[in-house]
């Protein structure tokens, strides 16, 4: 069973970021597989383990991604696709246009991806590119199972979980819970050296760059939170007047109770 | 004319409060663009409660449940009959799942899990946590019409008083559904979820173990609020992932958020740091947490959140 994952690269979700006009500063900074990504990846992976077939990852995004797509590899990704360009530029349905066009070619009953890319954090992607393949869509997913072009999938929604079958070609989406991602093992980063990533121009699909990189949604400003201020400290050491401390704040600033 | 649309959600036939919070900003976003708002319900009665809450013109459609295409064909076509300049999305599940396939068969952008939107000459301009929340974008949404899907909760309600609407009934399209729900499971019945809940009562390694949690339930069952925990319980087991705030990029914006024993990990202040009102409970005072506090207690939670709980109890009991 074939099945493509599509993957995006960004900042370790664990560093602070800098911020240099209306994009993040770069320098300096570790990136690594949008974290939901790795689910689907893993997902896609133990499909393959289980009935056999390619998992081909796909990126969109600058010469840095291909570090991306090298780390899916080595967990057990069996082909690579790397079209090149600065994403960051495109808005979510540019990037779902060039997705789009960039699976046509590559067999496939099932495209991966994580519920959002920790960088935009759309979670635009998934359902667009969707329905450019016109194909149904399961988001959000804890579970998956597929057998026979029949998928049944639990789609985690506010406070309950739903239990949904459709059948292939289908776009599904990751959640944290879906799996346990693996890493990678030595032995998995040497053999995917030998894998030659497939390396295509958004011009190369046949796209109008024009219409990629047009912004439907255009940042104005980037900030970072505005620092807290007004905040006070007091001493706990009696709980009961701490307590009391609190119920004040919560009748008089919070106007709740 | 070019209007706002606002894209609601019902449950037992009344519209959800974050569809209301919704119809409250898309009232006022209309009146700057000088320009009427429309809605989208699933029921007459909710029709008469969009109205109340300033909508013009109602489309009715019963769709029944939730389903991605059933739902983006009905919306499109509402979309080509009004031709608004805004819609607007609820930034539920099922909000988030539809907005992007709209906007897609239409050509157009979205700007979801949006906290703040102002009409700003003669564009939709909308600010939406980025980077799992560690950074905020001001975003201008071009194109037509432009989207957007709200963070619940971010937006305050206001019932206008508006009168009955002018009501519209869609015919949806008897395609079949590819997507069939099979069952619903609802896995802690009556709990409330951190995405919606006003307010969010948090816990973190500070507890211990795992069954210190009920310290936490406890403070969050009297005082109506959402239990939440930090990604270390989470992964040490000590409570389901659903309860994770911080879960990368999952913003939550509720009125008041508690922490106890959290020391306030990166991951874990980009997810609550947008709170109204923030009150930390740790015994280390150098926590950092407290940078975005807005009421400290350095102490024992062991011996504060008890009583803190009877104090909740007390006031409700009047």
Redesign the interface.
Known sequence: MNSVVCISH??D?????K?AG?K?DEAGLKFIVS??DEFALEEAIRLKEKSGGDVTVVTFGPERAQQGLREALARGATKALHVKGESSDA???GI?KVLAAAIRSVPHEVVFLGK?G???????????L???LGY?????VTHLEIADGKL?A??????????????TPAVVTAQ??LNEPRYSSLKGIMAAKKIAIDVKTVADLGLDEQDIYQ???????????PE?T????????D??A??????K???D??K?? | MPGVLVITESKDGKLKKVSREALTIGNQLAASAVSDMGGLVSSEAAAGEAGRYGAKKVYVADLGPYD??TY?AAVVKVIREMQPAVVLFTG???G??L???V???L???????VDRLEWVDGKL?AR????????????????MPAIATTRPNAFPLEDVGGGAPEVVNVVADAADR???????????AG???I??A??IVSGGRGLKEAANFSYIRDLAHA?GGAVGASRATVDAGWID??H?VG???RVVSP??Y?AAGVSG???HL?GM??S????A?NKD?EAPI???????????LF??LP??T???KK??AH
């Open positions: 960004v900042p979700t664990e560093s602070r970021i911020i209306t993040i974290p939901y808005d979510s349905l779902a959002q920790v960088g935009t954090d759309n979670g635009l992607v998934g359902p667009m969707a329905e450019l149904p869509q399961v988001n959000v049944t639990h789609r985690e929604i506010e406070g309950a979980e739903e239990v949904l079958e459709t059948t944290k819970g912004q439907r949604v255009v940042v104005v400003t980037l900030e970072l939170p807290k007004g905040g006070r400290k007091i001493d706990g050491a709980a009961g701490a307590a009391r401390e609190i119920l704040y919560i009748k600033e919070v709740a109770l | 991605t295409e983006t539920t599940s099922n988030r799942d907005a992007p396939r906007a897609a068969r050509g157009v952008g979205v700007a979801s899990d301009r939406r946590p980025v980077y799992a929340g560690r950074a905020f974008a001001t975003v201008e949404v071009t194109g590819r997507v069939k729900l099979v069952e619903t499971k609802v896995p802690e709990e409330l979820t995405a919606e006003d307010i005082i992932h659903h994770q879960q990368t990029g009125n008041l508690i990990a990166i991951q980009a740091s947008s109204k009102h923030i009150v409970i005072p407290f940078r975005v506090a807005d009421l400290g207690i350095v102490g024992d011996q504060i009583a803190l009877e104090e909740v006031a409700k």
